[in-house]
């Protein structure tokens, strides 16, 4: 089992920036993927940017240049730099890592943070 745990969601105002964390716990061989989806009001989950173990990343356009995904393997932490952000950036983000058990594979999720963008 693994245990995600997400901080660092808030308020800001348009054109600020946010660093999301999560941190991976629990009993696993190793954890790969790792990646950030975001849920707004009213909408469905899409997912903002994921990274590999090799460190190799990938964006939604939405948030391309602008956001920057970071992983540390030692520490099993994700990390989401939030730049120049928006209103449309507003939702509850949400933490998702692929642990491995031998040759399991299973998705886990965090429990998800606010980020709201108002002036």
């Known amino acids: 089992q693994v245990q995600l745990v997400e901080s660092g969601g808030g308020s800001v105002q348009p054109g600020e920036s946010l660093k999301l964390s999560c941190t991976a716990s629990?009993?696993?061989?190793?954890?790969?993927?790792m990646g950030w989806y975001r849920q707004a009001p009213g909408k469905k989950r899409e997912l903002a940017a994921t990274i590999t173990r090799a460190g190799s990343s990938s964006y939604a356009d939405s948030v391309k240049g602008r956001f920057t995904i970071s992983r540390d393997n030692a520490q099993n932490t994700v990390y989401l730099q939030m730049n120049s952000l928006k209103p449309e950036d507003t939702a509850v983000y949400y933490c998702?890592?692929?642990?491995?058990?031998?040759?399991?594979?299973?998705?886990?999720w965090g429990q998800g943070t606010q980020v709201t963008v108002s002036s």
């Open positions: 629990g009993t696993f061989f190793r954890i790969n993927a």
């Open positions: 998702h890592a692929v642990g491995q058990n031998g040759l399991t594979f299973d998705d886990y």
